[in-house]
């Protein structure tokens, strides 16, 4: 079936420097989602991407679609302590029926 | 206004018991889906509604998992003879759209803990 995975699983950073995470699909994907889910909390949507090749950003946060839609990506810039938390990519295949598949998450920690 | 809630937001339970988890999503919101979440992992789907049909349940893991959502709002998720693999934090979401084009939101999520 389809699958979505994630890399690195862990990042730790200093404060200020730049996190970048990688979501790669097996399959084609019709959408791609970005959630970000605190210690404790529940995923938050952050954006979606729907188009070949699209570039999205917010603040320091940007996102990337590839050409293929098979595979995105999140950079942030300036890390800060409050970036800290797991970031989900999760796609929708070609099937439409909603459902959305979850890659395994990166989990960011900033140190101060 | 209010988010989606879910009730219990921690539940215990012997194994072989039965349980039942309650999602209450943003009102008007047409689609609902039920994720599990196991620790250190991203949800993992379950099954999706569209307003009281239930339009795609081939995530949940066994016969003994049961989601309805009878009057298209609130929704009920049932284990029936919980195992303790069934220990997951289990999350409910709701969307605007039928489509799952759209965002989801997120509930706080129901802390299954089966001993």
């Known amino acids: 079936g389809q699958q979505v995975m994630q890399i690195p699983q862990y990042q730790h950073v200093q404060e200020g420097e730049d996190f970048t995470t990688y979501c790669n699909s097996s399959?084609?994907?019709?959408?791609i989602q970005w959630y970000k889910q605190r210690p404790g909390g529940h995923p938050v949507f952050l954006i979606q991407l729907v188009k070949s090749g699209e570039v999205k950003k917010q603040k320091r946060l940007t996102f990337q679609f590839g050409e293929a839609k098979k595979n995105s990506s999140l950079h942030i810039t300036a890390t800060q302590t409050t970036d800290v938390g797991t970031y989900f990519c999760a796609g929708i295949g070609s099937s439409n029926t909603g459902k959305l598949i979850f890659g395994q998450g990166t989990t960011l920690q900033v140190k101060p | 206004g209010a988010g989606v809630s879910q009730s219990p937001r921690y539940k215990v339970a012997k194994r072989g018991q039965d349980v039942a988890l309650r999602c209450d999503p943003i009102s008007g919101h047409v689609s609902l889906f039920w994720y599990q979440q196991a620790l250190g992992q991203g949800p993992e789907f379950l099954t999706y509604f569209q307003n009281e049909a239930q339009l795609d349940k081939s995530g949940l893991p066994s016969d003994r998992f049961f989601a309805e959502r009878p009057e298209g709002s609130v929704s009920t998720l049932k284990i029936q003879r919980t195992q303790q693999e069934d220990s997951a934090v289990y999350l409910c979401?709701?969307?605007?759209?039928?489509?799952?084009?759209?965002?989801?939101?997120f509930g706080p999520g129901t802390r299954l803990t089966v001993l």
């Open positions: 979401a709701s969307s605007l759209m039928g489509t799952g084009w759209d965002e989801q939101f």
């Open positions: 399959t084609t994907l019709s959408n």
